[in-house]
T-cell receptor, first 114, second 114 residues
Framework: AQSVTQPDIHITVSEGASLELRCNYS??????LFWYVQSPGQGLQLLLK??????LVQGIKGFEAEFKRSQSSFNLRKPSVHWSDAAEYFC????????????FGSGTRLSIRP | ETGVTQTPRHLVMGMTNKKSLKCEQH?????MYWYKQSAKKPLELMFV???????ENNSVPSRFSPECPNSSHLFLHLHTLQPEDSALYLC?????????????FGNGTRLTVT
């Protein structure tokens, strides 16, 4: 069965600094990979997804993520964070063809230091 | 503005009450989902409906009863809940039930069981 781990529960970075959020997955084949963001009081919004092809994927709000098969990782990056990026970030992995097979990580809460 | 609307935003109920959560999607999607989000736990899939038919029930206690009268509306009927059922309940929809259809989430209903 697939699983996903987000090792960092809470990260604080300064506004304007670069950001990398870690995500590791476990799955026997090439998985579907997703990053979602949840702002306070809101639902989850899809930032980006990887299904196949180019291992560096671009998403909304200036985020990107890189799929590294050898490390079973799909880390999320942003070169310069803004105060509005403060939120909870969820990595998710999907196996099979049904969206009901998407497993979400426990999330990483991002705080921005002024 | 989200294309998935959930009401109410907040709900407090006693253990003997009966209440319902409502979800409406304005995106023309064919699949709808209920998720439970508890503090410090990964998002848990509860139910999946595709074209108004329930296609997945992830071992959810019978005190939670879903209803999907049409492809735009999804309800979660609640009765004799327990305090541990307190959580954020998120509704989502997707174009189809396949993995390549992104999930669109509502803002959730924050449920407190007293």
């Amino acid at each position: 069965a697939q699983s996903v781990t987000q090792p960092d529960i809470h990260i604080t970075v300064s506004e304007g600094a670069s950001l990398e959020l870690r995500c590791n997955y476990s799955y026997g084949a090439t998985p579907y990979l997703f990053w979602y963001v949840q702002s306070p009081g809101q639902g989850l919004q899809l930032l980006l997804k990887y299904f196949s092809g180019d291992t560096l994927v671009q998403g909304i709000k200036g985020f990107e993520a890189e799929f590294k098969r050898s490390q079973s990782s799909f880390n999320l990056r942003k070169p310069s964070v803004h105060w509005s990026d403060a939120a909870e970030y969820f990595c998710a992995v999907g196996a099979g063809s049904s969206a009901s097979k998407i497993i979400f990580g426990s999330g990483t809460r991002l705080s921005i230091r002024p | 503005e989200t294309g998935v609307t959930q009401t109410p935003r907040h709900l407090v109920m006693g253990m003997t009450n009966k209440k319902s959560l409502k979800c409406e999607q304005h995106l023309g999607h064919n699949a709808m989902y209920w998720y439970k989000q508890s503090a410090k736990k990964p998002l848990e899939l509860m139910f999946v409906y595709s074209l108004e038919e329930r296609v997945e029930n992830n071992s959810v206690p019978s005190r939670f009863s879903p209803e999907c009268p049409n492809s735009s509306h999804l309800f979660l009927h609640l009765h004799t809940l327990q305090p541990e059922d307190s959580a954020l309940y998120l509704c989502a929809s997707s174009q189809g039930p396949g993995m390549d259809s992104p999930l669109h989430f509502g803002n959730g209903t924050r449920l407190t069981v007293t």
